[in-house]
T-cell receptor, first 115, second 114 residues
């Protein structure tokens, strides 16, 4: 358990509405990530953050924005939700191991349905 | 750019039988390799990882994976599966000199039957 929580855990919304998903961590990790999981695609990176106010795009960033104003919180926003954004969203942190290696640990996920 | 291929989308097997879940990666430089497991309606949990050193790595619940550089593979094996091993398994790769991004395979669903 890497101390990661996601909220909400489930959400149903309508096309065109804004949606914000929250990822919260308690262990002061510098790197945080947002992925989406879809059948047949595995996990795909949306955006990631390497510090407060420092973010970068992943492979499927179109239609999403992120913000990180505090170390512990990483927000994912869908400005105008579309049905193609129906998915399960996972947050992850990157932890440094004793040998300096980096490993990602995942939150429990948020299931988002856009009608 | 690196990539990961999991050749089998589903693997059905009977309880107590051996299983192998295949993973091949593509990269021209040194990599770190990971296997994650996702039980139904849960998040991903790290199962095991290869960073360096011994090419055979083991998990606490009896799984093992062997890094084969010449065949660019990192197959996951277990000599005797349990019903509780039913889950989806994801192979992932990252560059050893830049671990900013983790690239996942599409997953293999292991279904263990009694």
């Amino acid at each position: 358990d890497a101390g990661i929580t996601q909220s909400p855990r489930h959400k149903v919304t309508e096309t065109g509405t804004p949606v914000t998903l929250r990822c919260h961590q308690t262990e002061n990790h510098r790197y945080m990530y947002w992925y989406r999981q879809d059948p047949g695609h595995g996990l795909r990176l949306i955006h990631y953050s390497y510090g407060v106010k420092d973010t970068d795009k992943g492979e499927v960033s179109d239609g999403y924005s992120v913000s990180r104003s505090k170390t512990e919180d990483f927000l994912l926003t869908l400005e105008s939700a579309t049905s193609s954004q129906t998915s399960v969203y996972f947050c992850a942190i990157r932890s440094h191991g004793t040998g300096g290696e980096d490993t990602q640990y995942f939150g429990p996920g948020t299931r988002l349905t856009v009608l | 750019a690196q990539s990961v291929t999991q050749l089998d989308s589903q693997v059905p097997v009977f309880e107590e039988a051996p299983v192998e879940l295949r993973c091949n990666y593509s990269s021209s430089v040194s990599v770190y390799l990971f296997w994650y497991v996702q039980y139904p309606n849960q998040g991903l949990q790290l199962l095991l990882k290869y960073l360096s050193g011994s090419t055979l790595v083991e998990s606490i619940n009896g799984f093992e994976a062997e890094f084969n550089k010449s065949q660019t593979s990192f197959h996951l094996r277990k000599p005797s599966v349990h019903i509780s091993d039913t889950a989806e398994y994801f192979c992932a790769v990252t560059l050893s000199y830049n671990t900013d991004k983790l690239i996942f395979g599409t997953g293999t669903r292991l279904q263990v039957f009694p």
